[in-house]
């Protein structure tokens, strides 16, 4: 939440020369692009996880700076709230047992932060909305200590010129009002990066854009809202309000909100970065001076400081990245779809199916976006958001036709997206045992029908009907979560029962 970039505030005479700053990057990534200065392919993937802190009642931990100092490792960092950490993974080349190896290092790295959670009564828990969370517990004043984020906040708060208002309705309904962006904090996501060529940064983004709903569908981890339950995926609908700069009046006029799916396929990287200009106007500036084409002049790579914190202040939910690198500059598509968890295993598999299911849409000779309208891609992530493995998704018939049918997911997934995957990690030169492990959990999820957040409604749903009242039924649910989390073993495989 917020781009890890030096910023300030600004004035509302530093507009127009923002604006001007802005422009000059636009332009010197596209001198970059014209003259071929990025990186080659290396097939390059990285991972970043946002983290829940919990005590063992299930209860949420504000402790971030405890633990994190007591983690006293760079991989950890704070994320928005105080009961939020973010582990980053390092990035690992796309083939062979990268996806073993990853479980392994992420095993290894939580369990340590998870010891030290201990020593301040608290435990790290990977989940999309910690079920335990109340409205209370997202003011301001839980924010965590980084300048970066009281200064989002202060700028989000003044462009919206009023309080932000959640209403979200599904099972049940909440409604909340917030004098701060913190109610976003309880969204933990998942962050799966993929290095791409200017090239195929199209393809690539198209596809992503194109799975979104299946990868809800299948990983939903966030059924709860502050004690309710709504969505099966409430992340989305919570993020949109949470962060949403818009009076109602703009709203209705048709501007974008700041999260946002987007509204059309692209052909060209610039056409993200050109859209964060025409549409979104800065709320931070960089401390950083730079010209980034006096740079290019001189030889140099320009960091594109102004460009990068703007990019970082509209959360798409697959967003494009500039970054340089050992003095070279390259770009990534980041997905953010995801929720937290439940366990390493389900976060692994979640990304072989990703990374192998764009692989394969991204290379086949008729792909899917020429063949499934937009407007149907974005329906399919509302639907998935709501329904989870329920969902029933829209995609395109076989053959040349141009109609779409509606599937179950589970379906969809199994016959159809399965296989694709498949050969988009064999493509990667991923190992057989790897492929099949990962996507093995992703199957067995759609045959079982069970994610993270359907399990988490049969395990309240019980305790509820076993006596105890809202909190007590949220908290034991929450308590056993975190115990069968531990054990490692994916979620598909959880029982639903309220025993330690």
Request: hydrophobic content about 45%; overall charge negative; some cysteine.
């Given at each position: 939440m917020g781009e890890k970039v030096v910023a300030n505030g600004f004035g509302l005479a530093d507009r127009r020369r923002q604006r001007r700053n802005l422009q000059a990057c636009l332009e010197g990534l596209s001198r970059l692009m014209e003259e071929r200065r990025?990186?080659?392919?290396?097939?390059?993937?990285?991972?970043?996880?946002?983290?829940?802190?919990?005590?063992?009642?299930?209860?949420?931990?504000?402790?971030?700076?405890?633990?994190?100092?007591?983690?006293?490792?760079?991989?950890?960092?704070?994320?928005?709230?105080?009961?939020?950490?973010?582990?980053?993974?390092?990035?690992?080349?796309?083939?062979?047992?990268?996806?073993?190896?990853?479980?392994?290092?992420?095993?290894?790295?939580?369990?340590?932060?998870?010891?030290?959670?201990?020593?301040?009564?608290?435990?790290?828990?990977?989940?999309?909305?910690?079920?335990?969370?109340?409205?209370?517990?997202?003011?301001?004043?839980?924010?965590?200590?980084?300048?970066?984020?009281?200064?989002?906040?202060?700028?989000?708060?003044?462009?919206?010129?009023?309080?932000?208002?959640?209403?979200?309705?599904?099972?049940?309904?909440?409604?909340?009002?917030?004098?701060?962006?913190?109610?976003?904090?309880?969204?933990?996501?998942?962050?799966?990066?993929?290095?791409?060529?200017?090239?195929?940064?199209?393809?690539?983004?198209?596809?992503?854009?194109?799975?979104?709903?299946?990868?809800?569908?299948?990983?939903?981890?966030?059924?709860?809202?502050?004690?309710?339950?709504?969505?099966?995926?409430?992340?989305?609908?919570?993020?949109?309000?949470?962060?949403?700069?818009?009076?109602?009046?703009?709203?209705?006029?048709?501007?974008?909100?700041?999260?946002?799916?987007?509204?059309?396929?692209?052909?060209?990287?610039?056409e993200l970065f050109e859209e964060n200009l025409r549409y979104f106007p800065p709320l931070l500036a960089a401390a950083d001076e730079e010209d980034p084409l006096r740079v290019l002049e001189d030889g140099g790579i320009p960091q594109l400081h102004e460009l990068v914190l703007q990019n970082g202040t509209i959360y798409r939910w697959n967003r494009p990245v500039y970054a340089v690198a050992d003095g070279v500059p390259h770009l990534r598509v980041e997905n953010r779809v995801l929720p937290a968890g439940p366990t390493v295993a389900d976060v692994i598999a979640n990304a072989a199916f990703y990374y192998g299911l764009v692989r394969a849409l991204a290379e086949e000779p008729r792909p899917v976006w020429t063949r499934l309208p937009f407007a149907a891609a974005e329906e399919n992530f509302d639907a998935a958001c709501r329904h989870g493995i329920d969902a029933v998704l829209q995609w395109p018939r076989s053959g040349r036709s141009l109609a779409t049918v509606r599937i179950p997911a589970v379906t969809l997934v199994r016959d159809e997206l399965l296989p694709l995957a498949a050969a988009g990690l064999d493509a990667w030169g991923v190992e057989p045992a790897d492929r099949d492990r990962y996507l093995g959990i992703i199957e067995e999820r759609c045959r079982r029908r069970v994610n993270g957040a359907s399990w988490q409604v049969a395990a309240y749903r019980l305790a509820r009907e076993r006596g105890l009242d809202r909190e007590a039924a949220l908290a034991a649910m929450t308590s056993r979560y975190c115990a069968l989390a531990g054990s490692g073993e994916p979620v598909h495989a959880w029982p639903v029962d309220l025993a330690e």
């Amino acid at each position: 939440m917020g781009e890890k970039v030096v910023a300030n505030g600004f004035g509302l005479a530093d507009r127009r020369r923002q604006r001007r700053n802005l422009q000059a990057c636009l332009e010197g990534l596209s001198r970059l692009m014209e003259e071929r200065r990025f990186d080659r392919p290396r097939n390059l993937m990285g991972l970043e996880i946002e983290l829940n802190l919990a005590g063992s009642d299930g209860m949420p931990r504000m402790l971030n700076a405890q633990v994190l100092e007591r983690i006293a490792s760079p991989d950890f960092q704070t994320e928005l709230g105080q009961f939020n950490l973010e582990v980053n993974v390092v990035p690992h080349r796309l083939s062979g047992r990268v996806f073993d190896q990853l479980e392994e290092e992420l095993r290894t790295g939580l369990s340590y932060a998870d010891r030290k959670a201990r020593e301040v009564t608290s435990r790290v828990v990977m989940i999309g909305i910690l079920p335990t969370l109340a409205a209370a517990d997202l003011g301001a004043a839980n924010l965590s200590g980084d300048d970066r984020y009281k200064l989002l906040d202060a700028h989000m708060l003044a462009a919206r010129g009023e309080d932000f208002h959640i209403d979200v309705k599904g099972v049940e309904r909440f409604t909340y009002t917030s004098g701060s962006i913190a109610p976003e904090a309880a969204c933990t996501s998942v962050q799966l990066h993929l290095q791409v060529t200017p090239g195929r940064f199209a393809a690539v983004w198209n596809a992503a854009q194109a799975v979104a709903g299946a990868q809800i569908a299948t990983g939903a981890n966030s059924p709860f809202l502050f004690g309710r339950e709504v969505w099966r995926e409430s992340r989305p609908p919570l993020f949109l309000q949470s962060t949403d700069v818009r009076q109602p009046e703009l709203a209705a006029q048709g501007v974008r909100p700041r999260n946002w799916f987007g509204e059309r396929w692209i052909t060209d990287v610039r056409e993200l970065f050109e859209e964060n200009l025409r549409y979104f106007p800065p709320l931070l500036a960089a401390a950083d001076e730079e010209d980034p084409l006096r740079v290019l002049e001189d030889g140099g790579i320009p960091q594109l400081h102004e460009l990068v914190l703007q990019n970082g202040t509209i959360y798409r939910w697959n967003r494009p990245v500039y970054a340089v690198a050992d003095g070279v500059p390259h770009l990534r598509v980041e997905n953010r779809v995801l929720p937290a968890g439940p366990t390493v295993a389900d976060v692994i598999a979640n990304a072989a199916f990703y990374y192998g299911l764009v692989r394969a849409l991204a290379e086949e000779p008729r792909p899917v976006w020429t063949r499934l309208p937009f407007a149907a891609a974005e329906e399919n992530f509302d639907a998935a958001c709501r329904h989870g493995i329920d969902a029933v998704l829209q995609w395109p018939r076989s053959g040349r036709s141009l109609a779409t049918v509606r599937i179950p997911a589970v379906t969809l997934v199994r016959d159809e997206l399965l296989p694709l995957a498949a050969a988009g990690l064999d493509a990667w030169g991923v190992e057989p045992a790897d492929r099949d492990r990962y996507l093995g959990i992703i199957e067995e999820r759609c045959r079982r029908r069970v994610n993270g957040a359907s399990w988490q409604v049969a395990a309240y749903r019980l305790a509820r009907e076993r006596g105890l009242d809202r909190e007590a039924a949220l908290a034991a649910m929450t308590s056993r979560y975190c115990a069968l989390a531990g054990s490692g073993e994916p979620v598909h495989a959880w029982p639903v029962d309220l025993a330690e």
